[in-house]
């Protein structure tokens, strides 16, 4: 049995096969671009998907009274130096055994400057606290900038009111880096385009890009259990005040944990997806251009071609600083077969880092095909330990999303009770929160869970990880009402016009419309 990702990727047993959906869920989930896909599954940089002048026009008689928004973070860089020392390493070692072949002799030069660009990533970027490993890129930075824009061209008179009015604007996010960052950028975009709204953002730790001014839970900024659900633990979230609605999204949040690192039928699921005999025949297809053959043989055959990224590098800042990274070890090539894969993470997160890997193109490893191949398997671990997951499951992994989901109600709510505080709510989160929100409420009918007896492949399911949570990806309800109180809301996902579940179709406006009777939708969903 051959284990193909020994950190972040589990393997999926599947045949590569052309994507099998259905004429409605093209129109749901497809770009109007049709831009192909590069199958760099979720580190996919955000893009659009509908034309705000092409949505469906306001019903007479309404306008917009309030608006809420769940966002990922943008695209970002390495999370920290793994991949690329480890295969700094092994590509050091082919160099000094003339094992190289012309295309792989550009690989080198590639990953150092992979390695630089993530080592200084953000450097000298306002808003960014600490360069380095895992920041968000200035393609990251720009995907929030963009939503920002568009959504004050979506709603310019929710906002001109905003401005005049008491009603705030409330702005979240889980606490971790990304994700304070990408709300920081968001709103230093409404402040930029509407200075007036600087008095209604709160808090006000989110009006400023300075890294003094930062977000807490004590502020309000900050909220681990509706942003953060699927890593809570006792000693961090847990206290006597802890409310009855946080203790039970820990509870949640704890049978998640243990399903993810204990279920034995998800164990078993993983262990039958490791076993696709196929990953040698792509490794071999990604490496044989690179490294000549007799090298590739001894990948893993002893100690001396077993490579990780253990080791540091040194560059040198624009300040003429020294700054070195150090490995951890951790992350190992044993076979062709990791090797390949370790590239396929290279490959995929260098899509949203075009700036800083200006000049630096690993297109030219990655046969689309095996980035297929690679991302399909990456889509089977999230859809199982993220996603749907199988039947026998019980909805584990999208339970840990109720508190922010009856949260999104709850808002609304305040509106049609005239108790309404906020004009807009912005939440920032990451790819772990987005997909089971849109899991839990069975969004772009690729939410179905499958059976344990079935695997899932590009075949049997339309779940795509680059649709559900592509870097940016994000959720936006916009609220309607007329002089006689009715209260409407549409979805968006990705700014794309979207329907709820089929069984609320009674509970649209009109018929074919994405406009929604908001009581009736919300009987439909059972929040109470």
Known sequence: MNILFKSSMLCASMLLVACNNDDHQQSQTTPENNTPSKYYQTKTPYQPLQDLKKYEPIPQGFQAVFTELVARHGSRGLSSIKYDLALYNLWKQAKAENALTPLGEKLGADLENTMKANILLGYGVEGIRQFGYGNESLTGIQEHRGMADRLLQRLPELFKTTANKQTSILVQSSGVDRAVDSAKFFTDELIRQQPLLKNKIIPSSYTSLSSESVPSIED?????????????????DMTQSSSEQQKTIYDASHAYQKFAEENADLAQKFNELASNMRAEQVAMQVLTPIFKPEFIQKLGSSEAYTFSNSGSYSVIAPNGETITEKGKGKNTITSAVDAAAYLYELYSISGGMKTELEGVDFDK?????????YAEFNDANDFYEKGPSFTESNQVTSAIAQGLKQDLFKQVDTVVDQQQTHRAVLRFAHAEIIIPLATTLELHNMMQPLPLRQTYNYTNSAWRGELVSPMAANLQWDIY????????????YNEKETLFKPSCNYARYRANSFYYDYLKLKQCYQIQ
Do not use: C, S, W
């Not at 009402?481 to 968006?492: C, E, H, R, V, W």
């Open 365 to 373: 490893y990655m046969p689309l095909e095996a980035a297929k191949f």
């Open 481 to 492: 009402q007329n002089a006689q109180g009715t209260t409407l809301i549409k979805m968006l």
């Open 220 to 236: 309000g900024g900050v909220d681990r259990f509706k942003l953060y659900f699927h890593k809570l633990t006792a000693d961090q």
